[in-house]
């Protein structure tokens, strides 16, 4: 079989709201775009999108396939595949899963991250109906009612603190974590706020008419809540990245590569955007990192162009 292989100007990896965003700004700006879209955005389980102006509790289904409906109309063309390697020469070389190679001069890659749930039966089960994890995302949704926060190991006192914005029913579940652990001013402040410690370990999730009912404890305890939020580890997806040896800086939430504002890596030529770039990204912000990077890039391929005219 002879490998189809393809030349672009910009090859955009990953097809949520930063790579979308992105591709919609080079496609006006008339770059001969691809968008490789593996089609595994982070905001799956949710049934909307919340605090996004304009747009605030639209399905992100839908969102996306706006998108794609818009970049279409400027020519951009999408692929559904994995991008599974890339090397750096003159330009960037994509290995496509499906045996396809494509070939381009700039490089974005939007490949955001994957959330790693707590090991907690009944967890992933409800992920993003009543098991929860961001508050700006979901807290105007389940505001005033009884809250359940389930201590990860990356800042569980803040997340109690920051739900309890939404409700003044909030139970901190410390799991794993002992008591002692905590420091004075942190349980200074959880009590402040009106936060419930509960220490020992959670068995699993209690249910009625598939709806949440309370949090189970390893002794046998049930402590009734309706919505339980937990802090998944964030798993960013940086093996293309890596393979082109951008440097990356290691975070309480995972390591992330170096940009600068525009979102450009270490990697000449090479662009990132979204979660691809830190755990905290919501769907606007992704949106608008993708278009300073869109944006970005289509001056400096014009500015290479005029300066090799020049030498000509």
Same mark, same amino acid.
């Given at each position: 079989?002879?490998?189809?292989?393809?030349?672009?100007?910009?090859?955009?990896?990953?097809?949520?709201? #930063?790579?979308?965003?992105? #591709?919609?700004?080079?496609?006006?700006?008339?770059?001969?775009?691809?968008?490789?879209? !593996?089609?595994?955005?982070?905001?799956?389980?949710?049934?909307?999108?919340?605090?996004? *102006?304009?747009?605030?509790?639209?399905?992100?289904?839908?969102?996306? !396939?706006?998108? =794609?409906?818009?970049?279409?109309?400027?020519?951009?063309?999408?692929?559904?595949?994995?991008?599974?390697?890339? $090397?750096?020469?003159?330009?960037?070389?994509?290995?496509?899963?499906?045996? =396809?190679?494509?070939?381009?001069?700039? *490089?974005?890659?939007?490949?955001?991250?994957?959330?790693?749930?707590?090991?907690?039966?009944?967890?992933?089960?409800?992920?993003?109906?009543?098991?929860?994890?961001?508050?700006?995302?979901?807290?105007?949704?389940? =505001?005033?009612?009884?809250?359940?926060?389930?201590?990860?190991?990356?800042?569980?006192?803040?997340?109690?603190?920051?739900?309890?914005?939404?409700?003044?029913?909030?139970?901190?579940?410390?799991?794993?974590?002992?008591?002692?652990?905590?420091?004075?001013?942190?349980?200074?402040?959880?009590?402040? #706020?009106?936060?419930?410690?509960?220490?020992?370990?959670?068995?699993?999730?209690? $249910?009625?008419?598939?709806? *949440?009912?309370?949090?189970?404890?390893?002794?046998?305890?049930?402590?009734?809540?309706?919505?339980?939020?937990?802090?998944?580890? @964030?798993?960013?997806?940086?093996?293309? *990245?890596?393979?082109?040896?951008?440097?990356?800086?290691?975070?309480?939430?995972?390591?992330?590569?170096?940009?600068?504002?525009?979102?450009?890596?270490?990697?000449?030529?090479?662009?990132?955007?979204?979660?691809?770039?830190?755990? !905290?990204?919501?769907?606007?912000?992704?949106?608008?990192?993708?278009?300073? #990077?869109?944006?970005?890039?289509?001056?400096?391929?014009?500015?290479?162009?005029?300066?090799? @005219?020049?030498?000509?």
């Amino acid at each position: 079989m002879t490998e189809k292989t393809d030349q672009y100007e910009v090859v955009v990896v990953g097809g949520g709201a #930063a790579g979308l965003s992105a #591709a919609l700004v080079l496609g006006r700006a008339r770059r001969r775009t691809l968008v490789v879209d !593996a089609g595994e955005p982070r905001n799956a389980p949710a049934a909307h999108m919340q605090g996004y *102006l304009s747009r605030d509790g639209m399905p992100p289904a839908e969102f996306l !396939a706006v998108g =794609r409906e818009e970049i279409a109309r400027y020519g951009v063309e999408l692929v559904r595949d994995e991008a599974v390697d890339v $090397t750096a020469g003159d330009g960037f070389a994509v290995a496509l899963a499906g045996g =396809r190679t494509v070939r381009a001069r700039r *490089l974005v890659v939007t490949t955001g991250l994957a959330d790693e749930l707590p090991d907690v039966p009944g967890v992933a089960e409800r992920f993003g109906r009543d098991v929860l994890h961001c508050p700006y995302c979901h807290g105007w949704e389940v =505001r005033d009612q009884a809250f359940g926060v389930l201590a990860g190991s990356v800042m569980p006192v803040h997340q109690a603190l920051m739900v309890s914005q939404w409700s003044t029913d909030v139970t901190l579940f410390l799991h794993r974590i002992a008591e002692e652990e905590l420091a004075d001013d942190e349980l200074r402040r959880l009590a402040a #706020a009106g936060v419930k410690v509960v220490p020992g370990e959670v068995a699993g999730l209690e $249910t009625t008419d598939d709806r *949440l009912t309370g949090v189970r404890l390893a002794d046998g305890t049930v402590h009734e809540r309706s919505v339980l939020f937990v802090a998944p580890r @964030a798993v960013p997806r940086t093996g293309l *990245l890596e393979r082109l040896g951008a440097e990356l800086t290691e975070t309480p939430f995972g390591a992330y590569p170096v940009v600068d504002p525009t979102g450009k890596t270490t990697v000449p030529g090479v662009w990132a955007a979204g979660n691809a770039t830190g755990f !905290a990204e919501q769907v606007v912000n992704a949106a608008s990192g993708g278009y300073r #990077a869109g944006a970005t890039i289509n001056g400096e391929l014009l500015m290479s162009d005029l300066d090799a @005219a020049l030498e000509v």
